[in-house]
């Protein structure tokens, strides 16, 4: 798959804030994934952390791996999470939640003391945007939420946003982990993340949006044969 050797040089780096006894946020997705893999190796050889996962599928990707897991009602603290990313700007800002798992990754990176985002170069852009901003919302309502979003968008200075309704190849909507629905906003530009993300917030129905903002610390972009590490 195109960017695997990326991805996997991204996590190799992140591997070196992992230390013993450490609880970590195990982020969702196929960059994550790596950072995983890397970790259960760490583990088979004899270092202790226990991970928090942020959804169902890095769950059972962990257990499959033998990674201990904590509950997350029992997190007292999380010194460690790294996650992947569908955009990271200049400015260590995000767009996440391509894996519908948005709502878990930002409980976990908030509550964390030090999230890391590990990405391939496609991921790392001048301006938040292209990627289309998931936003979770819950099912009662949702299509009066998606007009209420597309005005907050508008709001927010996104000149010709388009929101819809995440479906599945069987043609229904997908359901996240905690039971809602995701609406898929284009926006081609973001140019104020930080007022996008606020007239979000502001919207009933709205469980989570996508934009990471003042979350993420460390974004780890891998190269062929390295990565670069830009710290905020
Ligand atoms: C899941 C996410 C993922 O981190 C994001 O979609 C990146 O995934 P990938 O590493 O597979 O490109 O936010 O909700």
Redesign the pocket.
Same mark, same amino acid.
């Given at each position: 798959m195109a960017?695997e050797v990326e991805?996997r040089n991204a996590a190799i780096a992140a591997m070196e804030f992992v230390e013993d006894g450490m609880t970590l946020g195990l982020?969702?997705?196929?960059?994550?994934?790596h950072f995983v893999e890397l970790l259960a190796d760490e583990v088979a050889d004899g270092l202790i952390v226990r991970g928090v996962p942020?959804?169902a599928q890095t769950q059972r990707l962990a257990e499959a791996h033998g990674i201990p897991l904590l509950p997350v009602e029992q997190v007292q603290q999380i010194h460690l999470t790294v996650?992947? $990313?569908?955009e990271a700007d200049g400015q260590g800002q995000l767009?996440?939640?391509?894996?519908?798992?948005?709502l878990r990754?930002k409980i976990i990176a908030n509550a964390s003391d030090h999230m890391v985002v590990? $990405?391939?170069p496609s991921?790392h852009v001048e301006t938040l945007g292209v990627f289309p901003l998931?936003v979770e919302v819950t099912q009662f309502g949702f299509t009066i939420t998606a007009k209420k979003v597309f005005d907050a968008l508008k709001g927010s200075d996104v000149a010709r946003p388009n929101v819809g309704l995440r479906q599945g190849n069987d043609g229904q909507p997908i359901i996240t982990d905690g039971g809602n629905y995701i609406l898929d906003c284009k926006c081609a530009v973001i140019p104020d993340a930080g007022a996008t993300a606020r007239a979000l917030a502001n919207v009933p129905g709205v469980v989570e949006h996508?934009l990471f903002i003042g979350l993420a610390r460390t974004v780890i972009i891998g190269s062929q044969d390295g990565a670069s590490i830009f710290e905020y």
């Open positions: 960017g991805k982020g969702t997705g196929s960059t994550a994934k942020t959804s996650d992947g $990313a569908d767009i996440k939640g391509g894996g519908a798992a948005l990754e590990i $990405a391939d991921k998931p996508g």
